[in-house]
């Protein structure tokens, strides 16, 4: 909601901006151009303007990186391993695939999302897992520590893998039938 609001409010000033530059070069002729906004005022001097103008560019700029900076992104990066017997290239996501898979069988697990930075030298992994409220967090992250991690560490080669866990809980299913 709150994006589709400034969505929606950027486009009605771009859309006044548009309507303020047609207006000033006569392409609207039921609007004439030469009639003051106010009346009775005087123009301000040149660099009043000037200096207003170039507000409004970096105001602008800065409200659309702002934006940009909503949208949701999952970056997904390729590791490299160049070799006498040739190049070996490996998208992350794939790597971490059959681990969430893994993960999400568990008892309690609705879903997980895995995201794995870094290099393939000196890896992260980042873990968002959604459980059921009723759910065994302890358990589910012991099953992470001693089954899926060092199986995903095996496969990539990689010991020093670290990785964070975050808890997201979801009402479980006797919750949700209840309310």
């Known amino acids: 909601m709150n994006r589709f609001l400034l969505g929606l409010l950027g486009l009605v000033l771009l859309l006044a901006g548009a309507f303020a530059v047609v207006v000033h070069y006569g392409l609207v002729t039921q609007v004439d151009r030469d ?3 106010v009346p009775g005022t005087a123009l301000p001097p040149a660099w009043v303007l000037w200096v207003v103008a170039a507000a409004a560019v970096v105001v ?3 409200c659309l990186r702002w934006l940009t900076a909503q949208i ?11 070799e006498e017997a040739g190049t070996t290239r490996l ?39 959604r459980a059921h409220g009723d759910a065994d967090l302890r358990g589910i992250r012991r099953r992470i520590d001693d089954e ?4 995903l560490r095996e496969a990539l080669g990689t010991p020093d893998l670290q990785a964070t866990v975050e808890f997201r809980m979801t009402p479980s299913k006797a919750e949700a039938r209840v309310h």
């Open 35 to 37: 009639a003051s906004l």
């Open 91 to 129: 998208s992350t996501a794939t790597a971490t695939a059959p681990f969430t898979e893994e993960v999400s069988a568990y008892p309690g697990v609705r879903k997980v999302e895995a995201a794995l930075t870094g290099s393939h030298t000196a890896p992260n992994l980042a873990l968002v897992v």
């Open 148 to 151: 899926g991690l060092p199986r």
């Open 72 to 82: 949701p992104r999952r970056k997904v990066a390729t590791w490299r391993w160049a």
């Open 60 to 62: 602008a700029l800065l």
